[in-house]
């Protein structure tokens, strides 16, 4: 019986450290604000500044 209980405990805790561990995570995904789609103005800009000088950007 013991060893059935030692089991149980530890599917327990198990459980309680994934929906921590998910909690967390939504909480952190949730302060981040979301940008809503980006204006023509910034298209434009990154547009801009995606030339050979500034590689990477705009891309």
């Known amino acids: ?3 059935g209980y030692n ?3 530890v599917a327990i805790y198990v459980m309680m450290f ?3 561990v998910s909690y967390s ?3 952190v995904e ?3 604000p979301l940008k809503a789609d980006p204006s ?3 298209l ?3 547009r801009a500044y995606s030339g050979p000088s500034h590689r990477g950007r705009g891309h």
């Open 30 to 32: 949730g302060m981040r």
């Open 40 to 42: 023509f103005i910034s």
């Open 7 to 9: 089991y149980l405990s």
């Open 18 to 20: 994934l929906v921590l």
């Open 25 to 27: 995570s939504i909480k």
């Open 44 to 46: 434009i800009i990154n």
């Open 1 to 3: 019986m013991k060893r």
